[in-house]
């Protein structure tokens, strides 16, 4: 065990009993299931907002973000240039639909839409993705613990899950919000203290250092060749991530539960709108941090690239700066994670418990039953967490990278909801399975890099799904009242006003905020491009 000193454990075990001491007062407004997956709908739109940033922006972004971009320069952005255009793809598309049907489980849509076969898949999907997705979080503020104190990796793994599990838990969906709150402000806190400190600490002034990293292709934050082999250029990040990451925002229970229990439309799109123009800001920090480590460190070598924030914080910070880097990844972390379990309680009680095994038993019952199975996935996390633990290489890429196989099955099944007239169940499971088949094949066999994975699996079973479902069961006379032109013939026919104090509640509409994240999109591409001239 190593000697951190008295006041850098401090930080850590306030930290840790400021959340616990909160899911304890929030329990005490969790009496239903309902309370659990979604609170009660007073929860304010900033602080939504937050915990949708919070959950996406973990340690892999302050641990993996600059040990990616220490290897592959300022390129690294591209994959995060987009998310403008997600949002607004999301709040015009997913949302509307999600909040209007009143659904708890977004995947309760699949089978509005095609049968509950089709929710069983894709909400399998999700169960299956986000595990592996939750034990590389779980995994990255484990490897803090470990480095900072000299438990076991293992150990750490153990104790993190356990905290964490405590307050999701005790208070559902509303801690876990309000305690993202605190864990982003601490997070954000952290990265800017490294940020200053490292400035403070270089060989050399900041033109100097950038000028010396241009020089050796660090600076390179627009990469324009059409190289399908490189995760990072810019086609790659507006092009295919865009698509990746719409899967992550919009067909992602995680994501989408804490707007649904957002008090209107309204706040919902405020929530999310948040995202879209502060993601950047912070990505953008992390990875150019991480550019800074390869002047500073001289380029070497190391054998676990996620260490390099920790490494840093121990041999050149003040005193108690170990302490609030801890407390700063554990923060990203556990966000990440009680999300993550919360959806997980709330798939397995209320889309199959509920729907198979005890349909008709009371709220409290149901309560009780997504809390011990908020344990149960806790426990299964822990199992690929500890497998994850060897590797060495950038965590932020490997969870990119494992949830891009599943990307283009969640996106089709979705998007043919919402604009195929004659896609069916059976034709949209062969299309699934033919798109997994073929990124097999693309994985293996070919050197295409994992971001346009989503683009080739969603062509595939775009394609393969639309000629089963005409082959197996012909096409169909009319659109689906849960595809976007068939709830806008709904809205039509029945006279419902399209707005809602300002805000379009039929899918396919924009609102004026989405033209002002497109033009911030357009904002952040010219800044990038003037950096590499300027420098």
Not at 114 to 131: C, D, N, P, W
Request: aromatic share 14%; charged share 10%; net charge positive.
């Amino acid at each position: 065990m190593k000697e951190i000193g008295l006041l850098n454990w401090s930080i850590i075990i306030i930290y840790l009993l400021a959340n616990l001491l909160l899911g304890f007062v929030l329990s005490k407004k969790v009496s239903t299931a309902k309370d659990f997956y979604l609170g009660r709908k007073n929860t304010p739109w900033w602080a939504i907002g937050i915990s949708v940033l919070a959950t996406y922006v973990s340690a892999m972004t302050f641990l993996g973000a600059p040990a990616w971009s220490y290897q592959e320069g300022l390129s690294v952005i591209a994959i995060h240039l987009n998310y403008p255009l997600v949002i607004i793809i999301v709040m015009a598309m997913f949302l509307p639909f999600f909040m209007q049907s009143g659904v708890v489980s977004i995947y309760e849509y699949q089978e509005k839409r095609f049968g509950k076969a089709s929710r069983t898949v894709i909400s399998l999907i999700f169960l299956m993705t986000q595990l592996l997705s939750s034990a590389a979080v779980l995994y990255g503020s484990a490897l803090v613990i470990s480095y900072i104190t000299g438990f076991g990796v293992v150990e750490s793994i153990v104790v993190v899950a356990i905290i964490t599990l405590v307050y999701t838990t005790l208070g559902g969906i509303t801690a876990v919000i309000w305690t993202d709150v605190l864990q982003s402000f601490i997070f954000i806190l952290g990265g800017i203290i490294i940020l200053v400190v490292l400035l403070n600490n270089m060989p050399v002034n900041l033109s100097d250092t950038l000028a010396n990293l241009k020089t050796q292709g660090k600076i390179n934050p627009i990469d324009w060749s059409a190289d399908f082999s490189k995760a990072t250029t810019v086609w790659a990040g507006i092009l295919a991530m865009t698509i990746y990451h719409v899967t992550v925002y919009g067909a992602n229970q995680m994501m989408m539960q804490r707007t649904l229990g957002a008090k209107n439309m309204g706040d919902a799109k405020k929530s999310l709108a948040l995202m879209g123009f502060a993601a950047f800001f912070i990505y953008f920090m992390f990875i150019f941090i991480g550019v800074l480590f390869y002047q500073y460190y001289d380029g070497k070598a190391f054998e676990n690239y996620n260490t390099i924030m920790l490494e840093f914080a121990e041999k050149s910070g003040f005193n108690g700066f170990i302490g609030i880097i801890a407390a700063a990844v554990l923060a990203a972390s556990m966000s990440s994670l009680s999300s993550a379990l919360n959806s997980f309680a709330t798939i397995s009680t209320e889309g199959f418990y509920q729907k198979y095994i005890k349909p008709e038993a009371s709220p409290q019952h149901y309560l009780k039953v997504a809390r011990w199975s908020t344990v149960v996935w806790a426990g299964l996390v822990l199992i690929p967490a500890i497998a994850f633990s060897s590797t060495t290489s950038s965590i932020l890429e490997l969870l990119t990278k494992v949830g891009s196989y599943f990307v283009g099955a969640k996106l089709s099944m979705y998007g043919l909801g919402f604009y195929s007239k004659h896609t069916t169940q059976k034709g949209l499971l062969i299309g699934v399975a033919a798109g997994f088949l073929a990124l097999a094949y693309v994985a293996t066999q070919t050197d295409i890099a994992w971001p346009w994975y989503a683009v080739i699996g969603a062509l595939v079973n775009i394609i393969v799904s639309v000629f089963s479902s005409i082959l197996l069961d012909g096409k169909q006379a009319e659109w689906s009242p849960y595809s976007i032109p068939g709830q806008k013939a709904q809205f039509k026919t029945k006279g419902i006003t399209e707005k809602e104090n300002g805000w379009s509640v039929v899918p396919g509409k924009l609102d004026k905020v989405s033209y002002y994240l497109f033009a911030f999109f357009v904002c952040t591409v010219l800044f990038l491009l003037g950096l590499m001239w300027w420098i």
